[in-house]
């Protein structure tokens, strides 16, 4: 009976924008140990990926460990695996984007390690049917994704222990199922555990055992470090691996040796997924509830047998209905890439689209980084350098057309200095004001909503006991913390200039806990927008549709001149409101500016924090700033000026 083939393989990665101190923290405690000990029991050959962003970051302050890295790929003791560069999710990039994302990575590894790569890692493992024309077109020969892909298509699991091949408009790549079954034993189960299951599929004559996950579990989740380094799983499970090799159970192997030697499973067409965990992540709070509810129910045990794989959430593109704000992001991605390729592709601007291409800051889960202020903020930092580089020597410019491509039409202003998205169907609010030369976007603030963990399951508490033989994973740490209240969601989704009519008694605490009801409040009203345009200004006259305002006359008008400087004019019926109200304008900014407003009022501020769950519990986060003009409804009338502070 032959040996199974054992596929180890690791995907290191930082995204765009992550703290110094994290890149240097991983290498430290993850990235140089894991290769290194690797390579002392020489544990050959294994497979490896590093992303883009954490490759220019070593390439500047270790370059000695790519070095070695180099060596180890030289002798053939390392296949070095493909992804988009800046780890992007290739399924939501154009066609030109994914096959150039590939390619910059491809000759990356050429030049720094000398050897040719034809694997690819798919980052977040999230597959879409066209993509193997575009993977072939990049020179791809195989992928490794998830074995759910087969699963949720009716492939039994025990047919998974081989390549597949699959096609898209006649151009064809190999599929490697990686075995969920070894995600959640390595590095989290006794090596005895994991050696135990390799035998097994070797008396079962399974010729192929696939294990490729990101290297950060080893050393970089909460409690890894002391596991597998400390505590001694990492050389415990490397002379388990030894000892069955030199048994005649294991062989050691990558996919592209075992793309050559192992038997072709066939066909298979996969449907777009992700990961499990991905999935559920991706609905929305209540259908999220819903598909814990039903996954009690099931058990673990029918979890995990075949019905399992067809109970599924959402795909990952759903996290731009469930963000607005990742959206955002996306669709400017999407138009300025558009642009620059129209315009010839100047390399600066085309990097730029490509670093803004980054996956994390895009969606939310324990992993993901919508909610860290900094990894978006490096997006919309990306995306104002392509523009402002784009857009050189030109005047202001509006082009009215749906952006975001929901079926509201928004106003695109831009300039040589700036960039602002208004939506008159969403309350006329501005949902993007980008200044170039500071690259912020200062709208771009979360809004405060409700997670589907801020409300455990019913029947699901915290605090679950972990084997004492073992390591909680990530997922386990998922269940292991509870909140003791829940945090305040915001009434309205936050942008600059949200317009409300509050009464006397609405405190400052309560505004920004959320908890206030407003007399009028013109969020989710659809406006009526002209323009009113000279040589050195654009103002957006919006005023509500007939009978779609809350609250009588309201005439708004947004001013964005030629120097990038945002200003608001209001004229409202004061009759319309009880005589001790006041009319408020929320501006929620990413960076603190400065209000000049007529006549004078009082300003309400203060911070806007969220409380989200990652890998290391709830976290609570500034995500920007609040202020609130509060203007007596008497006034009628009253202008607001945001000056952004240079320092910003």
């Keep these: 009976m032959n040996p199974v083939g054992f596929v180890f393989g690791v995907h290191l990665h930082q995204p765009v924008g992550n703290f110094d101190h994290v890149f240097a923290d991983h290498l430290r405690d993850v990235y140089r140990p894991l290769v290194e000990r690797l390579a002392e029991r020489h544990f050959f050959p294994f497979t490896l990926h590093i992303s883009g962003p954490l490759l220019e970051w070593l390439e500047t ?23 988009g560069f800046y780890e992007p999710v290739l399924a939501s990039l154009l066609p030109a984007d994914r096959v150039e994302q590939v390619a910059w990575m491809r000759e990356a590894i050429q030049r720094r390690f000398g050897v040719a790569a034809t694997g690819l890692w ?49 151009k064809r790549v190999a599929l490697f199922p990686i075995d969920e079954r070894l995600r959640y034993l390595i590095p989290f189960r006794p090596p005895a555990e994991i050696g135990a299951y390799l035998r097994d599929l070797r008396a079962a004559g399974r010729p192929l055992a696939v294990f490729v996950d990101d290297g950060e579990k080893f ?27 030199a048994a005649g159970d294991v062989r050691l192997t990558t996919p592209g040796a075992a793309l050559d030697t192992v038997r072709s499973g066939g066909l298979a067409y996969l449907p777009t997924a992700s990961y499990r965990e991905m999935e559920a992540w991706a609905l929305p709070p209540v259908a999220a509830r819903r598909l814990a509810v039903l ?155 409700r997670e589907s963990y801020h409300e455990p399951a019913p029947g699901r508490a915290g605090g679950e006991a972990t084997a004492s033989d073992g390591a909680p994973s990530i997922h386990d740490l998922e269940h292991m913390v509870r909140l ?40 989710r009203t659809t406006f009526h927008a002209t323009l009113e345009q000279s040589a050195v200004a654009v103002e957006v006259v919006l005023k509500p549709i007939p009978d779609a305002s809350p609250g009588g006359l309201l005439e708004k008008r947004i001013r964005l001149d030629q120097t990038g400087e945002l200003s608001a004019r209001y004229r409202w019926d004061p009759a319309a409101f009880p005589s001790d109200a006041l009319f408020c ?8 500016v400065e209000l000049a407003v007529s006549p004078a009022a009082d300003v309400w501020q ?13 976290e609570e986060t500034v995500q920007g700033y609040s202020y609130t003009p509060r203007w007596p409804v008497r006034a009628g009338e009253a202008r607001l000026t945001m000056r952004v502070r240079q320092s910003a």
């Design 61 to 83: 302050h270790d370059a000695a460990y790519l070095d070695m890295i180099g060596r180890l790929a030289a002798d053939g003791h390392v296949e070095l695996l493909l992804a």
């Design 122 to 170: 798919l980052t977040e493992r999230v597959w879409e049917p066209d993509l193997a024309a575009h993977l072939a077109d990049a020179g791809v020969r195989y992928v490794v994704l998830d074995d759910r892909h087969f699963l949720v298509s009716g492939f039994e699991r025990d047919q998974l222990h081989a390549p597949f091949w699959t096609e898209s408009g006649g």
């Design 219 to 245: 050393g970089g989740w909460p409690g890894t470090k002391d596991w597998v380094y400390t505590r001694g799983w990492l050389a415990q499970f490397l002379d388990a691996i030894d000892a069955l090799v």
């Design 295 to 449: 996954e009690q129910e099931l058990g673990e045990a029918r979890l995990a047998g075949p019905e399992g794989a067809l109970v599924r959430g959402a795909h990952w593109r759903n996290f731009l209905v469930k963000y607005p704000e990742a959206n955002r992001m996306h669709k400017k991605m999407l138009a300025l890439s558009g642009l620059c390729r129209a315009r010839g592709d100047p390399p600066a601007a085309r990097r730029a689209i490509g670093r803004s291409q980054c996956n994390d800051a895009y969606w939310h889960g324990v992993f993901g980084g919508l909610y860290l202020p900094h990894l978006r903020a490096a997006i919309w930092r990306q995306l104002a350098l392509a523009e402002g580089e784009l857009r050189r020597g030109e005047g202001l410019v509006v082009e009215r057309l749906d952006f975001d491509g929901d079926g509201a039409e928004e106003l695109w202003i831009h300039s040589a200095t700036c960039s602002a998205l208004v939506s008159p169907q969403r309350g006329g609010v501005v949902e993007e004001y980008t200044v170039f030369e500071q690259g912020i976007n200062y709208s771009d603030v979360l809004t405060r909503r």
């Design 484 to 523: 003791q209240h829940l945090p305040p969601i915001d009434p309205a989704d936050r942008a600059l200039l949200v317009d409300r009519v509050l009464g006397s008694d609405v405190s400052l605490d309560g505004y920004a806990g959320g908890g206030f009801e407003s007399i009028a409040c013109w969020s």
């Design 585 to 592: 304008p929320e501006m929620s900014v990413s960076h603190e």
């Design 606 to 618: 203060f911070p806007v924090a969220t409380v989200s769950r990652s890998e290391r519990g709830f």
